[in-house]
Every structure is written in C-alpha cells, then in structure tokens.
C-alpha cells in the first residue's frame, strides 16, 4: 500500500488544485450515456470546491494520438459533470500547445480539454508535464483507472507540484489492500474469462497469495486438457498446454489450491438458448462446446466461499451473455453477495466483463468493492506497481 497523503491534507482557500480524473465516459450523439465515472469522482470535487479550491480538471478522452480530433473533444462532458457535480463547470478548450491561462477564482470549476490533444502526454513529456503542474498550485489524482500509465498528466505531473489521492483514488486503494496486501484468510481468487494467455501473470501472482483459486470459463478448458479431459469443440488455448501444467505445478508448490471445473455445462452450437446438457468432464463428446460450469461444480465453489474471509473476483464463469450459460456465474456470484451481506466475508471485483456479469446477476451493489478500472486493477493483481499510484508516494 503507497503511504500516499490524502485530500484531508489539503488546505484549499486560495489555491489552484489540479485535478486528474477518469472522464473516458460513453458519448452517444454529443450526450454521456453512462455518467457512473464521473459520480465516482463528484465527492472529491465537491470537497476540494467546498474547502474553496480553484479546481482545474485533467482528463483525456479517447485515443486522438497527439492531434486536435473534435470528436474526441471533452466538451459534451462539461454539462453532465456540471449536472452530477450540482455546480457550475467550464469548459476551456485549449490545443495544449503552449501553456493556457486559466484563471479559476476560489470555489470555481474549469474542464480543460483532452490531455490527449498533445503528443506528449502518452510520452510522460517532462515539458508537458511541467505545462500542466503550471496550472495549479498543488495535484490530486483521483483517477485509478489511468494509474497503470505512466503519462505527463498521471506521473510526471505528480512529481512537480505536491501530489495527494483523490477520495476515489483512496478507495480503491484501500479495497485493494483488503483484497491482497492484507487480506484476511482464507483467501480465495476467482479468476474466469475467455483465454488463459490474457492472465498468465495473474495467475502467476494470485498463486502465490491466495489460498484457493477458482478457475472458471473459458480458461478453465485449457487446464482441463493439460490434465488429459476431452474439450471438443470448446475454447481451448492448445499451445498453452504445458503453461497450464506449470501453473497447476507452481500453485502446489506454494500450497494454493487450484479449485477446476469436475462436470460442467455443454451445447453443441456457441448461441443463447442453444439446447445444452450438464455432465461429468471426462463425459465431453467431440463435437461439444463447454460453455459453464456445472451445477456440482458450483456446489463445491459455494462451498469453499462459506469459508472464505475474502474473495477476490476477475472473470465470469461461463459464457454468462448467453443464457442459459450464466448460470454458473450468476449462482456464486449471489452467494457470494449474500455472504458479505451477512458480514462473513470481504468481496472485492473487477477487470474486463466482471462488472457486467455481476450487474447482469444483480449483486453488483451487494459486493464490499467493485472496481471500475479494467487494466489498472488488472495490472494491480498481476502484481505489478503502478505509476500513478507510486508517484503520489510520500518521500
Ligand atoms: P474476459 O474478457 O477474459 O474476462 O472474458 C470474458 C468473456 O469470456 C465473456 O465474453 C464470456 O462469454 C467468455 N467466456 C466465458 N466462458 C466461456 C466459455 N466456456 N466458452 C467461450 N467463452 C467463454
């Protein structure tokens, strides 16, 4: 856990506080069709307006490579951040070519445009980092989800003004030292998705730190073959036979229980409502598909949650976007909701379509934590530090 300084630190009458946000919302005809990121972040934008900051905020939006791109302007995200914030925001537009003058009073707001709109920022650019931190007094990253890159708006800036975690930040922090650097034990890791090859490094780490791991989906069929069961049709990683062996071997070795489908559900075709059986996993006739796991499988997973003092979830157990194939997926993931309801265990979730396998279940709101940033919390269970987050450290 970084011995990062809160906002609490932060005296804000008078001062220009530069903030770092995640405003890659989904626009749809110049409208936010999904505002969840921005009230994420409202709570510390309204503290640091309330304690009388002038708050000028960073973000990108979308990939335009260094260059103007109007269609990826932030501009359309000004009045949703304005109507989720409940105060006023403006809008300044600048090509970043040269330092914009700003000139934010106490208690104001100000969106700048797209940091995206400079080649350096992708770059972390030390002379765009310094053209940002010339904006304000003092910096606050309250974006996790853009903390796995290292640019002039999430790293270098953080190195050349004082640097402190936004609520949003703090919190996911905090979610992810209860879920691995101080996880109360047992600790169970449920990792499913499509391919194995996406988190061999993952697995990699989650091996040497949880108790149990959970294998479902997709990539649950390549450890299936490595140990000889038929797969048939079904998604299978063939070439990563013998990297499904060493995993299996590494998780022994470190004394983490591997937790592998024993029946599971197939259909012959990959689409909704395609007629499917449930069966024992030696019982996979070749021209089946594997598309969840079975009913058996789902009892003993339950059972091992009933254990568990913390779950860490990545990945759904099936193929949960076509029924009836999000059985399996939807079944633990209500236990486990029910489990931290009654207070028995700490569940935290995220990462590529967690979230919305949890939505679809309807337990999403039920979870202790649920991360919204994909390769961030991705790269923080791999084990890896992240950028953003160690230059908010204290020296
Ligand atoms: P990921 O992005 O790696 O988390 O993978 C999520 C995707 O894996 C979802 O779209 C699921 O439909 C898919 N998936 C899960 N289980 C299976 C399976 N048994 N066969 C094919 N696709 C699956």
Excluded at 100 to 106: R, Y
Excluded at 200 to 222: C, H, K, P
Aim: hydrophobic share 45%; charged share 20%.
């Amino acid at each position: 856990m970084p011995n990062f300084k809160s906002i609490d630190n932060v005296d804000g009458s008078g001062k220009r506080v530069v903030i770092r946000l995640d405003l890659n919302v989904p626009i749809e005809n110049g409208k936010v069709t999904d505002a969840t990121r921005i009230e994420r972040v409202v709570p510390t934008l309204r503290e640091l307006l309330d304690k009388k900051a002038a708050v000028i905020v960073l973000a990108h939006f979308d990939r335009p490579k260094g260059k103007v791109v109007p269609e990826m302007s932030l501009k359309p995200v000004a009045p949703a951040l304005q109507s989720g914030l409940g105060r006023p925001v403006k809008f300044i537009f600048t090509d970043w070519q040269s330092a914009p003058t700003v000139s934010a009073k106490p208690g104001e707001c100000m969106l700048m445009e797209n940091t995206r709109y400079h080649a350096g920022e992708e770059k972390n650019d030390a002379g765009f980092a310094k053209t940002l931190a010339s904006l304000g007094d003092i910096f606050v990253n309250d974006a996790f989800s853009a903390a796995h890159r290292a640019h002039s708006s999430t790293e270098g800036i953080a190195h050349l003004i004082p640097a402190y975690a936004g609520r949003a930040m703090e919190a996911e922090l905090r979610a992810l030292e209860q879920a691995l650097e101080k996880p109360k034990r047992p600790l169970i890791a449920v990792v499913g998705g499509a391919k194995v090859s996406s988190k061999l490094e993952l697995l990699g780490n989650l091996s040497g730190l949880a108790n149990t791991i959970v294998i479902g989906g997709g990539m649950a069929n390549t450890f299936l073959a490595a140990q000889g069961y038929p797969v048939g049709k079904s998604l299978c990683e063939h070439d990563l036979l013998p990297i499904a062996k060493e995993i299996i071997a590494t998780a022994k070795s470190k004394g983490c229980t591997l937790l592998l489908p024993t029946d599971v559900v197939v259909a012959k075709e990959f689409k909704a409502n395609s007629p499917s059986r449930n069966i024992k996993i030696a019982d996979v006739a070749a021209d089946d598909m594997i598309l969840d796991a079975g009913t058996d499988t789902v009892t003993r997973i339950n059972a091992a949650f009933d254990a568990a003092k913390t779950i860490v979830w990545n990945g759904p157990l099936g193929a949960f976007e076509h029924t009836p194939f999000d059985k399996a997926t939807v079944a633990c993931a209500r236990h486990v909701a029910k489990l931290t309801k009654s207070g028995r265990l700490a569940s935290i979730a995220g990462g590529g379509d967690t979230v919305s396998a949890l939505n679809h279940a309807g337990v999403a709101g039920d979870f202790t934590y649920i991360s919204t940033a994909g390769g961030a919390f991705l790269e923080w269970l791999e084990g890896k530090p992240l950028p953003g987050v160690k230059a908010l450290e204290r020296t």
